[in-house]
């Protein structure tokens, strides 16, 4: 059987494949990762996994593909990847103190087969001080990451109170959900 090809450039997702024992080659997609406008936030990750995961596939036709995208959810609003250091320290403000949404939409391709579906799971943030977040924001790499932030690095850490669902879907990457629909495919 051909070797899974991961369509992300995520050194998490990298990581969370190697920890499950999952034999994978990267293959970065070039794709618009911009939504049909009215899209639900909820879909916008599904949609996005798809196009990445197709963009792939026409290059590598007969391979496994597998493609996933996470967003942040704060009620309605997207917070993808803050395009600056400003930008990261006000979504890490607003997710302070409150419930947030991790949705990450999965696409498997083989042989004709699509399986795409996503996980959300829930965050709750513990307020956070002003000089944490800086902290944060200043000593850790917030702009590759949905909602300006890392489950497994300082604030979170430090900062998360709970979670509701799929630790690792946080990450980037629900695992327990791919594994099995892997071997199906």
């Given at each position: 059987m051909n070797k899974l090809i991961l369509a992300s450039g995520s050194p998490r997702r990298k990581q969370l494949l190697e920890q499950a024992h999952i034999s994978f080659e990267v293959v970065v997609p070039d794709v618009d990762e911009t939504n049909p406008p009215g899209m639900p936030?909820?879909?916008?990750?599904?949609f996005l996994a798809r196009k990445k995961a197709q963009a792939v596939a026409e290059h590598f036709p007969g391979r496994r593909i597998l493609a996933?995208?996470?967003i942040v959810l704060l009620g309605?609003?997207?917070?993808g990847k803050p395009a600056d250091l400003a930008e990261a320290k006000t979504m890490l403000a607003?997710?302070?103190?409150?419930?947030?949404?991790?949705v990450t939409g999965v696409c498997l391709l083989?042989?004709?087969?699509?399986c795409s579906f996503s996980e959300t799971t829930?965050?709750?943030f513990r307020p956070l001080l002003e000089q944490q977040i800086a902290a944060y924001v200043e000593q850790y790499q917030p702009l590759d990451k949905a909602g300006s932030y890392a489950?497994?690095?300082?604030i979170g850490i430090i900062g998360i109170e709970k979670i509701v669902g799929d630790y690792y879907n946080v990450m980037g990457l629900p695992v327990g959900l791919i594994v099995p629909k892997l071997s199906g495919l």
């Amino acid at each position: 059987m051909n070797k899974l090809i991961l369509a992300s450039g995520s050194p998490r997702r990298k990581q969370l494949l190697e920890q499950a024992h999952i034999s994978f080659e990267v293959v970065v997609p070039d794709v618009d990762e911009t939504n049909p406008p009215g899209m639900p936030g909820v879909e916008v990750p599904e949609f996005l996994a798809r196009k990445k995961a197709q963009a792939v596939a026409e290059h590598f036709p007969g391979r496994r593909i597998l493609a996933a995208d996470t967003i942040v959810l704060l009620g309605n609003e997207i917070l993808g990847k803050p395009a600056d250091l400003a930008e990261a320290k006000t979504m890490l403000a607003k997710l302070s103190g409150r419930m947030h949404r991790v949705v990450t939409g999965v696409c498997l391709l083989a042989e004709g087969q699509e399986c795409s579906f996503s996980e959300t799971t829930e965050v709750y943030f513990r307020p956070l001080l002003e000089q944490q977040i800086a902290a944060y924001v200043e000593q850790y790499q917030p702009l590759d990451k949905a909602g300006s932030y890392a489950i497994q690095e300082y604030i979170g850490i430090i900062g998360i109170e709970k979670i509701v669902g799929d630790y690792y879907n946080v990450m980037g990457l629900p695992v327990g959900l791919i594994v099995p629909k892997l071997s199906g495919l």
